[in-house]
């Protein structure tokens, strides 16, 4: 087995297609010290098991949910390259996402769960990491084709995104419904198509060398995402929606992973600030090219993780 001469940081690599996406890097790039960030009661077993067969694989503990460990767990992977522990950052996976029943769950911060955990963790991961990387390096965001809101790309099972002023969809209570899954839902593909408008603006703003891409896996059943979900909908995502992954509709989970692992590894050729759908560059929806909505984004999340994360 060769020596790790690169690191790839990834969140979301303990179950569903981040699984699958770390076991292709580790097999695929013997030479990558792969460093999962993953809750500290699961972390340590998670590296371990991936590492099996000689992979190089650490972890860093963090709460994604909370600014603050976030902060605290870019600030190790920070002092670990400098001090020479970890080879050169080359890339960058922000995969972990989380889908709510309801609008209104708060995070420690005070923002609503969702925009926290798949918005805000990944901005300030790049951020703090961003004058780190090793050209030539990836940052890969996962995103979800219900940002699109149509019927072809989600068969009316999410609600399309709800755009406002980022100030209002950063907050508890933004959608109609918030109490419930409609809300919870709306939430989702809201925070996904925020993702999109930023990786636009990493690819405008980031140092050269350093490309952004947006990777969507399809719709892909039992990945664990709607985990906070009634029994009625876990039901539904282990046992009845799987069979939709023999349509054209669903990606199974191993395909998923693949794709991912394409997209990181540059298997999958991808510009920066391109959208990758499963294996091939795309166009996203057309709200989701807005200028002017990007920059307010950009200004108001650069705002939020600064004086929360300080």
């Known amino acids: 087995m060769p020596a790790a001469n690169h690191t790839i940081v990834?969140?979301?690599?303990?179950?569903?297609?981040?699984?699958?996406?770390?076991?292709?890097?580790?097999?695929?790039?013997?030479?990558?010290?792969?460093?999962?960030?993953?809750?500290?009661?699961?972390g340590a077993r998670l590296a371990e098991e991936l590492a099996t067969g000689g992979h190089t694989v650490s972890y860093v503990p963090a709460d994604l949910g909370s600014l603050q460990s976030v902060r605290s767990a870019a600030t190790g992977i920070l002092d670990r390259l400098e001090g020479g522990?970890?080879?050169p950052l080359r890339g960058f996976v922000g995969n972990a996402g989380m889908q709510y029943t309801n609008a209104l769950t708060e995070s420690p911060d005070g923002f609503e769960a969702t925009f926290a955990i798949n918005v805000l963790a990944n901005h300030l991961f790049v951020r703090l990491l961003q004058d780190h990387f090793a050209a030539p390096a990836r940052i890969v965001i996962t995103v979800s084709d219900t940002h699109f809101g149509d019927f072809k790309h989600n068969m009316g099972m999410v609600p399309?995104?709800?755009?406002?002023?980022?100030?209002?969809?950063?907050r508890p209570g933004a959608f109609a419904k918030p109490s419930g899954t409609a809300?919870?839902?709306?939430?989702?593909?809201?925070?996904?198509?925020?993702?999109?408008?930023?990786?636009?603006?990493?690819?405008?703003?980031?140092?050269?060398?350093?490309?952004a891409v947006a990777y969507n896996p399809g719709f892909v059943p039992g990945t664990g995402l709607a985990r906070n979900a009634g029994p009625l909908s876990r039901f539904a995502m282990r046992r009845v929606l799987p069979v939709m992954a023999l349509t054209p509709?669903?990606?199974?989970?191993?395909?998923?992973g693949r794709y991912l692992a394409d997209?990181?590894?540059g298997t999958t050729p991808a510009p920066t600030g391109s959208y990758v759908d499963r294996a091939r560059v795309a166009r996203s929806s057309?709200?989701?090219?807005?200028?002017?909505?990007?920059?307010?984004?950009?200004?108001?999340?650069e705002r939020f993780t600064v004086?929360?994360?300080a």
């Open 160 to 170: 399309g995104p709800a755009w406002n002023s980022p100030d209002v969809l950063a």
């Open 286 to 301: 057309e709200e989701s090219y807005d200028p002017r909505r990007e920059r307010e984004l950009w200004d108001a999340v």
């Open 85 to 87: 522990d970890l080879p």
């Open 183 to 211: 809300g919870g839902r709306t939430a989702y593909s809201t925070s996904k198509l925020a993702a999109i408008y930023l990786v636009h603006e990493y690819a405008r703003r980031l140092p050269a060398g350093l490309d």
């Open 307 to 309: 004086t929360h994360a």
């Open 10 to 42: 990834m969140t979301g690599a303990s179950r569903g297609i981040g699984r699958v996406a770390a076991e292709h890097i580790v097999r695929r790039s013997p030479d990558a010290h792969l460093l999962v960030v993953a809750r500290a009661s699961s």
């Open 249 to 256: 509709f669903a990606t199974d989970r191993g395909a998923a």
């Open 263 to 265: 997209v990181v590894l």
